[in-house]
């Protein structure tokens, strides 16, 4: 069992005996305790743990958590009501069925019905509402380390940018009067779109250091952009040269490369942004799918537990 699992239960356990500690306080005020009342007290406790489980299971079926607040809202409040109502019938009839010596509650004109009703419906609602803030401030914290660890990133980026300016020469050296030939191949619809800050650079940077610099005659950098379905956009980067990842790894220390490329990519859209690099011929390919529309990364549960 995880630690998110073992949480879930022991606040679900400890969350129905404080509920059902507090009606036997109540009773203990009355002076109203007894065996049968004790047997009762179980009864509700196992009721309300197997039912608010129960509501957990619906809410995540029917991706409630990602609903807007106005969508969201009256399905809360008919399901607790819903669920409560459920939880008041269940009580009720195993009371009536194994409690012979108790008032009955399934009865007309069902006032020990609504009394039990009315608790319930209040604690669902509550249940509901502390389930719904934990996963949001869950979510927040979340979105909080994934925006450090961006600006992380980003700052990574920029370092290396002010070492390029430093130490420039792979770079002009490339430059030089027809040693570097260049061509943009990306369609008017796609002017307007966003794509990561310095993404593009850095692998044009890269694509130069470990390709064109390193050829006496120069070369050339193909910059295509696409948009093969209506949710991603694919951009190749072509350069002749040649591709070797055996010598790719022994250089990766001195610049970012594509690692920190990578890394920013899936901090953005997770595992649906992908960068490839690999030889087509004389040329050398560094591919980048990715959405059109950052992830929204938050943790929104399963039901496996």
């Known amino acids: ?5 073992a949480i ?36 509700n406790f196992a009721v309300g743990l197997g039912l608010s489980h129960l509501m957990r299971h619906i ?24 669920t409560a109502l459920t939880a008041a019938i269940l009580v009720g009839s195993i009371s009536d069925l194994f409690f012979s010596g108790s008032k009955p509650i399934l009865v007309y004109p069902f006032t020990l019905l609504l009394e039990l009703l009315v608790p319930f419906s209040v604690i669902f609602l509550i249940w ?79 694509a130069v250091k470990h390709g064109i610099s390193s050829l006496p005659s120069g070369g050339y950098i193909n910059i295509r952009a696409s948009k093969p379905a209506a949710d991603y956009i694919l951009i190749k980067i072509a350069n002749s040269g040649k591709y070797d990842p055996l010598a790719r790894r022994s250089e990766e220390s001195t610049g970012i490369g594509l690692t920190n490329s990578r890394r920013r990519l899936q901090l953005l859209f997770g595992k649906r942004a ?11 390919i560094c591919e980048v799918k990715m959405p059109t529309k950052p992830k929204p990364d938050l943790d929104y549960e399963d039901t496996d537990y």
């Open 128 to 206: 509901i509402i502390l389930y719904f803030a934990t996963i949001y401030l869950k979510n927040y914290e979340k979105e909080e380390i994934k925006n450090l660890r961006l600006q992380a990133s980003m700052n990574e980026v920029e370092l290396g940018n002010l070492r390029s300016q430093l130490n420039p020469h792979f770079i002009f050296n490339a430059m030089n009067t027809k040693r570097l030939e260049y061509r943009f191949d990306v369609p008017e619809e796609l002017y307007g779109l966003q794509i990561p800050p310095m993404l593009l650079q850095t692998l044009v940077e890269n």
């Open 59 to 82: 809410i995540i079926q029917f991706d409630m958590l990602r609903m807007r607040l106005h969508q969201v809202l009256p399905r809360i409040l008919l399901l607790s009501f819903s």
């Open 274 to 284: 992908v960068i490839s690099i690999y030889n087509a011929g004389n040329e050398v």
């Open 1 to 5: 069992m995880t630690d998110e699992k």
């Open 8 to 43: 879930y239960w022991l606040t679900q356990i400890v969350g129905w005996f404080l509920f059902t500690l507090l009606i036997l306080f109540q009773n203990y005020l009355k002076s109203q305790i007894d065996v049968g009342l004790l047997a009762f007290l179980i009864v």
